[in-house]
């Protein structure tokens, strides 16, 4: 049984984290920690009705409120730069928390994920194994993890920072069963899934189920990419280090993120999975315009950001090795350009993630 580290950042009550606990309680999953990092918009009652449900249910979770967070960033200025307040992003903190305590496996889920009738410390604990799993590959390279959902109405629906001219084309895919080490696991999501602002303008999308042929899980065969978010999503202990979604380029950071992630989990041999465990996403209120106008500008530089990531060539044989490598050739890269202005909106976003390489490269 690996240890397995739970991070949340919340601006509500974190009622769901008692179904969590049970859910570990039901399938006799004992070792295990929750971190829930607070904001300037949590309720000001988190830290009393955590202590209820740690005291209720015997579990180990820590609440850390802004207070506790200025203190813990005061030893680490690089650190709290990169790591503002009121972001939906500030799991990040609790991420590193968990790096530093060498946790086998972490876990980053959101405070609309509800748990569902699976096994979901097991799922996300095989993160890190080689198992035996079916791996996707197509011609273009791509594949649509979410052609194993099925939608209410049969709507053909796509990952949010998928890219445009991938979407609604002919695509030869190819299914292989193959022995192959588990990087990371983006759980699967019913209900209200992760798509583009601009589908939510469009029509509103439903997931009822998924398709029996993608369970328990599937895989991408190295250097076959999809976007991916990072709810209810697992890495094992070298790949969390390399995890970072930089808030200066909004919401769509983390998408960029999971592409970084294909590329050096590719190059490495690793797999990026998907599948259970499933939870239910009811999703919180979002103004979906300003979404919308916070996905664009990564939208906007999606084709070319994937164009020179595909060109790099990686050398070195760990994740933090090839994660400073890759942003130093990008950045290399990009400096090449004529249009620097355009290209500064990737620039910020590789100059950012580069500290938090930085800071964790530093972790004796």
Not at 117 to 126: A, L, P, Q, Y
Not at 151 to 164: A, D, H, T, V
Not at 186 to 207: C, E, H, Q, S, Y
Not at 219 to 239: F, H, M
Request: proline share 4%; glycine share 2%; charged share 25%.
């Amino acid at each position: 049984m690996k240890h397995v580290t739970i991070c949340i950042t919340t601006i509500n009550k974190p009622h769901f984290i008692e179904d969590l606990i049970l859910n570990a309680n039901k399938y006799n999953y004992k070792d295990f920690n929750i971190i829930i990092i607070g904001d300037y918009k949590s309720p000001k009652n988190n830290n009393e009705y955590i202590n209820y449900i740690r005291k209720k249910l015997n579990a180990d979770i820590r609440y850390l409120t802004v207070k506790d967070q200025i203190l813990f960033l005061k030893k680490n200025k690089s650190l709290n730069k990169i790591l503002p307040y009121n972001w939906g992003g500030r799991k990040m903190l609790a991420n590193y928390i968990s790096i530093l305590e060498k946790s086998p496996v972490t876990v980053q889920i959101d405070d609309d994920n509800f748990i569902l009738n699976n096994n979901f410390f097991h799922h996300h604990s095989e993160v890190g194994d080689i198992k035996q799993i079916p791996l996707f590959s197509s011609e273009n390279k791509w594949f649509n993890i979410y052609k194993s959902l099925n939608e209410s109405k049969n709507l053909p629906i796509y990952p949010r920072g998928f890219l445009q001219k991938y979407r609604f084309k002919k695509n030869k895919i190819k299914k292989e069963n193959k022995l192959i080490k588990i990087a990371t696991c983006n759980g699967l999501v019913l209900n209200d899934p992760d798509i583009d602002a601009f589908t939510r303008l469009n029509w509103p999308v439903k997931i009822t189920s998924v398709k029996k042929k993608y369970l328990p899980k599937f895989g991408l065969k190295p250097n076959t990419w999809c976007t991916w978010n990072n709810q209810n999503t697992s890495t094992y202990d070298e790949v969390t280090k390399i995890y970072f979604t930089p808030a200066s380029v909004g919401r769509n950071s983390d998408i960029w993120t999971s592409m970084i992630i294909c590329k050096i989990a590719s190059h490495l041999n690793e797999a990026v999975c998907f599948g259970q465990p499933l939870v239910r996403q009811d999703r919180n209120f979002h103004n979906i315009m300003r979404d919308y106008d916070d996905e664009k500008y990564c939208n906007i530089h999606n084709e070319d950001f994937e164009k020179i990531l595909r060109s790099i060539k990686l050398e070195q044989n760990s994740y933090i090795y090839c994660l400073i490598e890759l942003i130093n050739k990008f950045l290399k890269h990009l400096r090449k350009k004529k249009n620097e202005e355009y290209y500064s909106f990737i620039k910020k976003y590789l100059n950012e993630y580069r500290i938090w390489a930085e800071i964790i490269y530093s972790i004796k």
